[in-house]
């Protein structure tokens, strides 16, 4: 309310919802006092001096206990005014402390940073801070790198996922030549253990196979009315043949 014989701007007191008698020499000023949500679209420079398009969104409330204050101090259009330079201000400084890539590859610090707004408000007379607006939220919505910035982020990428292909291609490897030298060593063994066997042993087997070979060609001989001759008679291993009348 604005008084034009008792002063001007009442600060101690607003005027809230419903039937208000208002003298027609006073003015009212109708506030907002709602949640608000306001977007920005600004350019703001990387560590290196690269040009970014950014685009934030602020969600603000105006304090009622402050309203007075405020369009006394500021005016109807503190957003204009309070708001949008100290949130310009705030997102430049964010942004200007960091590379292009970093701003990239770390973006939930960027959003954790953004969020650190410091308090729009006023100095009592005992030095305590009454905040004007309440900033809730502040969000990173868009933003757009140079080409030259994403191509070099994709083959960073690239380069990142070739060397762990080689390195993945290279354990592979080694896993095979290892098991290949397993086996070698088997073979190795076996045949260092064949070699002490003796005679009688290896004779006893290759008697063994024959039998089984023996037994398999007459069941054979049986169903397709054939013969089964059978070749060498000495130690080693005996031959079967089958012929088929």
Known sequence: MYRFFLGGTVT????????NVIP????????????QQQKLSLDVLS???LDLPVEISVRYQPNKEMLGYLHQDVGAE????????EIESHVRRTFGNRTAHEIYTSVRDVLQELSKISALGRLDEDGG??????VYELKLVDIELPEIVQSSIADKYKQEQLMLEYRFRLEREEKEA???RTEAAGIRDYNLIASKVSPE??????IEASLELAKSQMELAK????????LGGGPGAQMLLNGVQ
């Open 12 to 19: 101690e007191r607003i005027w809230g919802e419903g039937l």
């Open 24 to 35: 027609p020499w006073d003015h009212l000023i109708i506030y907002e006092t709602r949640m």
């Open 47 to 49: 560590e290196e001096g």
């Open 78 to 85: 503190y957003f204009e005014r309070l708001i949008r330079p």
């Open 129 to 134: 801070a009454r905040p004007y607006v309440q």
């Open 178 to 180: 290892e098991r290949r």
């Open 201 to 206: 042993m290896l004779q006893w087997r290759s």
């Open 223 to 230: 169903s397709t009315n054939s013969k089964v001759v059978v």
